[in-house]
């Protein structure tokens, strides 16, 4: 067998279905921190948003020099919420899981494992489930 080459090189965009864009676009920007990147109508009159995490506006990418965005996108009439297994990072997640949980942020406890670093899982408004694991030190 030989090696397959891929022409994908990273992973540029996650969207996250929502049920009000304006709700959603509060809560990740102002109860995760999230930078809005983009925000604009679209030609079919939608709004097309972009948000990054821990994002530094002036590069574009996130506090761990990624460039993921994450989009706010209308959810399908219908469609089932749930996990949408986005892992998301953090520098201490006890502090994290603290912040959330004081925002009012529907949060799990948090997961210690020997070996693994600690995780939680949280939901945003609309029911989409999260995992924000500490990096390691």
């Known amino acids: ?11 540029r965009t996650v969207s996250i279905p929502v049920q009000d864009q304006d709700a959603a676009l509060r809560f990740y920007v102002d109860t995760l921190g999230f930078t809005t990147r983009r925000d604009g109508p679209t030609s079919d009159g939608g709004r097309w948003i972009e948000l990054s995490p821990g994002s530094d506006v002036s590069t574009g990418t996130g506090a761990g020099g990624g460039t993921t965005v994450v989009t706010l996108e ?13 892992r998301f990072t953090t520098d201490d997640a006890e502090a994290a899981h603290a912040a959330l949980k ?34 390691a030190a």
Do not use: C, K, Y
């Open 102 to 135: 004081a925002a009012g942020v529907d949060t799990d406890e948090i997961l210690r494992w020997p070996g693994v670093p600690a995780m939680f899982s949280f939901r945003d408004p609309d029911g989409n489930v999260f995992s924000l694991t500490e990096t």
């Open 1 to 11: 067998m030989s090696a397959t080459t891929t022409h994908i090189t990273g992973i």
């Open 74 to 86: 209308p959810a399908v009439p219908g469609q089932s919420r749930g996990e949408i297994t986005i």
